[in-house]
């Protein structure tokens, strides 16, 4: 049986992303391995094993396009109204909460924000199918 294990996204500015999803998703360096030519940072945090795999390529100066394939990472959270108000302090400039309904019942609630290299981050209230 397979199992995910992490998902890798480009990014600019390691510093600048690593103290992003330290302070939005409570991730910190599980392990960082340094090449010749990028870096690979790997974040977790102790509620899952999934880890997100940041890759620094050394020389890239222009931002990443993200072109029409990518959409977003979600996070499931206990409380997100709690978790948009942090974000907020934080400047991290979330997106409204929204409902998305189905059948005449509350599938999901949920917010976007936008790590510093434009990468959406889905933040779902746990919920039914998300949790």
Same mark, same amino acid.
Not at 67 to 78: C, E, L, N, P, R
Not at 101 to 111: I, S, V, Y
Not at 123 to 131: A, F, S
């Given at each position: 049986?397979?199992?995910?294990? %992490?998902? /890798?996204?480009?990014?600019?500015?390691?510093?600048?992303?690593?103290?992003?999803?330290?302070?939005?998703? $409570?991730?910190?360096?599980? &392990?960082? @391995?340094? @090449?010749?030519? =990028?870096?690979?940072?790997?974040?977790?945090?102790?509620?899952?094993? =999934? *880890?997100?795999?940041?890759?620094?390529?050394? $020389?890239?100066?222009?931002?990443?396009? %993200?072109?029409? $394939?990518?959409?977003?990472?979600?996070?499931?959270?206990?409380?997100?109204?709690?978790?948009?108000?942090?974000?907020?302090?934080?400047?991290?400039?979330?997106? &409204?909460?929204? *409902?998305?309904?189905?059948? $005449?019942?509350? /599938?999901?609630? =949920? @917010? @976007?924000?936008?790590?510093?290299?434009?990468?959406?981050?889905?933040?779902?209230?746990?919920?039914?199918?998300?949790?």
């Amino acid at each position: 049986m397979a199992k995910a294990i %992490h998902m /890798m996204i480009r990014v600019l500015d390691e510093a600048k992303s690593i103290d992003f999803y330290r302070n939005a998703l $409570g991730l910190e360096i599980a &392990d960082r @391995f340094d @090449f010749d030519s =990028f870096t690979l940072v790997y974040l977790r945090n102790p509620e899952a094993d =999934f *880890e997100l795999e940041l890759t620094i390529n050394k $020389g890239q100066a222009e931002p990443y396009t %993200h072109g029409t $394939g990518y959409g977003h990472i979600a996070v499931a959270v206990d409380d997100l109204d709690g978790e948009h108000a942090r974000f907020t302090s934080l400047g991290l400039n979330p997106a &409204d909460i929204k *409902e998305f309904h189905r059948d $005449g019942a509350l /599938m999901a609630r =949920f @917010f @976007f924000v936008q790590d510093p290299d434009g990468y959406k981050i889905e933040m779902l209230q746990t919920h039914g199918r998300y949790r």
